[in-house]
Structures are given as structure tokens and as C-alpha cells.
């Protein structure tokens, strides 16, 4: 059956509280310069490979950040990642589980998760 929809990604958008903040923390854990453009003074649209992420202060309310993992960053070293995080003082939620995954917070409370591919 073909379908005019995609089997693709294309985008995944966070809730944040202050733009600028979640630009520059979230730039600053992937190693990406801040320096990218803020549209419509709500939308921080964060250069990825492949599914991108944009950050969005407009759909921002407390209940409704990712209380589950809604995605994961991609990793090839799950151990080298986890220890990147710790010492960058993000709040990590879990231990290294099955030698694959971990979660961790944002400073807004949002749920993510890096996993090894």
C-alpha cells in the first residue's frame, strides 16, 4: 500500500522554558557553538544528523515536558557519554542500564535519553 507519508523523522520539538538558556545548555552537551539564530523569539532549531530537534519556549508549561524519554541521542560509547554527562553536572536519573542506555533531565525537567547504537 504506498502512502504519501514518509517512514521518516523529521523533527522532534522540546519544551523549554527560556530559550536562550536551553540553547546554550543544550549546545553546549552535544559540543555545537550557540551561535545560531532564535526564530520567531521562541524557536531554537538545533543542527542535527538526521532527525533534527527543535527547542520551542511557546509550547513550554510544566506538565508538559517528557516525562518519559520521547527519543534518544545516539552514542558509540555508552561508558565515554555517561562520564561526559556526569562531569558536566547533568542530572542523571539512571545508572548505565543493559551496557546500553541511561537517562538523564534538562534543566526544565524534560526526560531524555542517550543510547549506544
Known sequence: MDSPILKQIGTVFIP???IEKARDWYCDILGLHADGEILFGHLYVIPMKGTGIVLDSKIYAKDKIFKTPA???NTNNIGEA???MKNKGVHLLTEIEHHHYFNFKDPDGNILMISEC
Request: charge should be negative; aromatic fraction near 34%; glycine fraction near 0%.
Open 16 to 18: 523549554v522554558s527560556d
Open 82 to 84: 555517561f562520564q561526559y
Open 71 to 73: 527519543f534518544h541521542l
